[in-house]
């Protein structure tokens, strides 16, 4: 146990975020720790179909990019990295890891931790936290991903890896377990939990609390936008800490960044649940203490629940969208009647079409916007079926318009995809067994 701060910085908030914010914290951050944040609920279950269709894929698909970029200077400075960049293949996702280690000639110690992959272990019968339906009703169920917390992450923490790579992790217990690694907190110790939560939080969305998706000119202003550094947390023992970003690098944090992203994906503020703890945010407190610095206060904690939370995908079938571009005077006019000739040409297949003009009504419908007069439109149309041929005929239609529809119409993109449906259930704790896999230094696979 030390009571030496922690700095702790997030290079990522999601699979498609810069690699280059990262580098800078790692080279400039004096960092302990980075964590990279990549999964969100569908992403796991991409991940798992395409590891469907290759083994040994599964795992992160900018890890490459990723790795190449990192590893050097996160071995040159002493920095720990730990992520849910395994997605659904942690194993095949650390020896990658090691591979492009080899290919740059830098030693590297990498653990990979498995275990929230439960779909053996997951009822069909079991009932859906949206809809109430057993799982087995919606679909094929192609993956089933339990959100670990912090007592599987520990042992890795524990070993002498340099990379730790998971898959399915609750997103703040990603930088809550190298905080009650460093420390030494112990397991009832709700309150300090809660309040590294609280921090892991914060970080979670990486450049969210610096200033991405904040941005709302003329009300909200982020300078340097195009620039965004990325955020790093100084952790106290006693659970405090101040969340700041890199000199030099655009954004903001204070307090209006800093409380919206407190409030980012909470339900119950009094009652944020996770695997490690119950988190009251209503009991946090923040303050800023300097230029891009707030000083997080303590927060109050609760029991961990019993089970834990699984995200489940399902094959949904198939997704076609297909688009067309209208513009001048009469563009709405005439997008309407295109989107009306594609409903009338599909009327008898059974597909259930959503239709609307980007511009117009894409986003909020038929709101107040609807009557007004755009000079450019563009129609979409989509619709999901079980047969990819049924909904390829949304893109032929579509296509059609060029001759057989309204004036002036360009621009056609289609696209079609299987879709992957995603639901949620529970798993009692002691049915989920983690386990830590060194995968070796270079050289030793």
Not at 82 to 91: C, E, K, Q, Y
Request: charged share 20%.
């Amino acid at each position: 146990m030390t009571a030496r701060p922690l700095r702790i910085g997030a290079g990522a908030g999601f699979a498609g975020d810069r690699v280059p914010p990262a580098v800078d914290l790692v080279e400039r951050g004096a960092l302990d720790y980075l964590v990279l944040e990549c999964l969100a609920e569908r992403t796991i279950a991409l991940g798992q179909q395409r590891r469907l269709a290759d083994p040994e894929l599964g795992y992160d698909q900018l890890l490459d990019k990723r790795m190449r970029l990192l590893l050097e200077p996160l071995v040159r400075t002493g920095t720990r990295l730990l992520g849910n960049f395994g997605a659904a293949n942690p194993l095949g996702g650390a020896r990658r890891v090691l591979t492009c280690a080899a290919e740059l000639g830098v030693p590297v110690r990498v653990a990979a931790v498995l275990g929230d992959d439960v779909l053996a272990a997951i009822d069909p019968a079991a009932p859906a936290w949206e809809d109430g339906r057993p799982l087995g009703e919606h679909g094929e169920l192609v993956s089933a991903n339990a959100y670990l917390g912090i007592d599987a992450l520990l042992p890795a923490l524990e070993s002498d890896a340099d990379v730790i790579v998971c898959g399915r992790v609750a997103d703040p217990s990603l930088f809550l377990a190298p905080m009650a690694h460093h420390f030494g907190w112990r397991p009832d110790d709700d309150d300090r939990l809660a309040s590294g939560t609280t921090i892991g939080h914060l970080l979670e969305c990486g450049p969210q609390v610096t200033g991405g998706y904040f941005a709302d000119p003329p009300f909200k202003l982020v300078p340097n936008l195009a620039e965004l550094g990325y955020p790093l947390a100084e952790v106290c023992a006693d659970g405090t800490a101040v969340v700041t970003k890199l000199p030099g690098t655009g954004g903001r944090v204070d307090r209006m960044t800093v409380g919206e992203q407190l409030g980012y994906e909470v339900l119950d503020p009094t009652g944020y649940r996770t695997p490690d703890v119950v988190a009251d945010f209503s009991t946090v407190e923040f303050h800023e203490v300097g230029t891009d610095r707030v000083r997080i206060g303590p927060t109050a904690g609760r029991p961990r629940p019993d089970a834990l939370k699984v995200s489940v995908g399902y094959r949904a079938g198939f997704r076609c969208e297909a688009e067309i571009s209208y513009a001048g005077s009469t563009a709405v006019a005439r997008g309407r009647l295109a989107g009306e000739v594609v409903a009338q040409r599909l009327a008898g297949t059974g597909l259930r079409l959503a239709v609307s003009l980007i511009g117009v009504d894409a986003l909020h419908g038929a709101g107040p916007g609807a009557a007004g007069r755009p000079y450019e439109v563009r129609l979409r149309v989509a619709s999901v079926a079980a047969s990819r041929e049924l909904v390829e005929a949304v893109g032929e239609e579509v296509t059609a318009l060029y001759t057989s529809g309204p004036a002036g119409g360009a621009g056609v993109r289609v696209h079609t995809e299987e879709v992957i449906g995603v639901v949620s259930t529970s798993i009692p704790r002691a049915a989920v067994r983690t386990e830590v896999v060194p995968v070796g230094p270079v050289g030793s696979q």
